[in-house]
């Protein structure tokens, strides 16, 4: 069964302090790797896509990797306004469909 | 555009109770989607339709079922709800290829007693 995970299950950074998400995978057949921003009480919105080992992506203070195995999402000097739960959804080729993962609960403190 | 728009916003239910939940997206997105997302839970994928004549089941079909009622609009309907069903729907669209990106609506809260 494919599956997705994400670690840790929540985080809580002070503003400035710079830290990581990570998404692992089944590791078999990746079609592609994204990520979502989910703000309390609203639909997750399209932060990036991933499609092979090493690519590397970047919005603001958001830099997304891939290796065969994981993905992490890095987070630079973090503002209170990053503060939201972060998906990451995997596309493989035996299905077009995305299995998302749980999420990770990221709040940042002034 | 508005993108993905969804009717309604939240909705209280009695358990047998049924309801159809609307979709609509103004992308010209030929794939359509309704996810259910529960506390701890990753979205799950409920139905999904390919393009505009062509419904699937995904991960959690039991009790719902769809209508791809043009290019448009996808609705989600629940004909005699239970508290199991007690979530948030998300409705996701998106277009040509097997990599395009979905995009989701807002999202409807429903609570069935």
């Known amino acids: 069964e494919d599956q997705v995970t994400q670690s840790p299950e929540a985080l809580r950074l002070q503003e400035g302090e710079s830290s990581s998400l990570n998404c692992s995978y089944t590791?078999?057949?990746?079609?592609?790797l994204f990520w979502y921003r989910q703000d309390p009480g609203k639909g997750p919105e399209f932060l990036f896509t991933?499609?092979?080992a090493g690519e590397e992506k970047e919005k603001e203070r958001l830099k997304a990797t891939l290796t065969k195995k994981e993905s992490f999402l890095h987070i630079t000097a973090p503002k209170p306004e990053d503060s939201a739960t972060y998906l990451c959804?995997?596309?493989?080729?035996?299905?077009?469909?995305?299995?998302f993962g749980a999420g990770t609960i990221l709040r940042v403190k002034s | 555009n508005a993108g993905v728009t969804q009717t309604p916003k939240f909705q209280v239910l009695k358990t047998g109770q049924s309801m159809t939940l609307q979709c609509a997206q103004d992308?010209?997105?030929?794939?359509m989607y309704w996810y259910r997302q529960d506390p701890g839970m990753g979205l799950r994928l409920i139905y999904y339709?390919?393009?505009?004549?062509?419904?699937d089941k995904g991960e959690v079909p039991n009790g719902y079922n769809v209508s791809r009622l043009n290019k448009r609009e996808f609705s989600l309907r629940l004909e005699s709800a239970a508290p199991s069903q007690t979530s948030v729907y998300f409705c996701?669209?998106?277009?040509?290829?097997?990599?395009?990106?979905?995009?989701f609506g807002p999202g409807t809260r429903l609570l069935v007693l």
């Open positions: 996701a669209s998106s277009g040509l290829g097997p990599q395009e990106t979905q995009y």
């Open positions: 590791v078999s057949g990746l079609r592609g």
């Open positions: 991933l499609y092979s």
């Open positions: 959804a995997v596309q493989y080729y035996h299905g077009n469909k995305l299995v």
């Open positions: 992308m010209n997105h030929n794939s």
């Open positions: 339709s390919a393009s505009e004549g062509t419904t």
